[in-house]
């Protein structure tokens, strides 16, 4: 089984930075794509970003020129650079990957203050 554990987020001031990171671990195989989702108090669990084996990245709209998403093969994990925050990025990030994960990670909190 794989299991997927988040860490990296925090408490940031507007205009701040934070750089996620999410390690997959157990049975894997291959990894297609790598991946973070968000999800806001309320709201559900959005997509922000992908970054696939042949390299190709996408990226959210709401994220664009702000996020940026990379991984290392060798340890698969993936990253999140969070540049230029603002309060609506506010939710708890969590990572999957493709083909997915049996059971998402805990996600990990960020908080951005105005």
């Known amino acids: 089984q794989v299991q997927l554990v988040e860490s990296g987020g925090g408490l940031v001031q507007a205009g701040g930075s934070l750089r996620l990171s999410c390690a997959a671990s157990?049975?894997?195989?291959?990894?297609?794509?790598m991946m973070w989702y968000r999800q806001a108090p309320g709201k559900q669990r959005e997509l922000v970003a992908v970054?696939?084996?042949?390299?190709?990245?996408d990226y959210a709209d709401f994220v664009k020129g702000r996020f940026t998403i990379s991984r290392n093969n060798a340890r698969n994990t993936v990253y999140l650079q969070m540049n230029s925050l603002k309060p609506e990025d506010t939710a708890v990030y969590y990572c999957?990957?493709?083909?997915?994960?049996?059971?998402w990670g805990q996600g990990t909190q960020v908080t951005v203050s105005s």
């Open positions: 999957n990957i493709d083909p997915p994960a049996p059971h």
């Open positions: 157990g049975t894997i195989i291959r990894i297609n794509g």
């Open positions: 970054i696939r084996s042949g390299g190709r990245i």
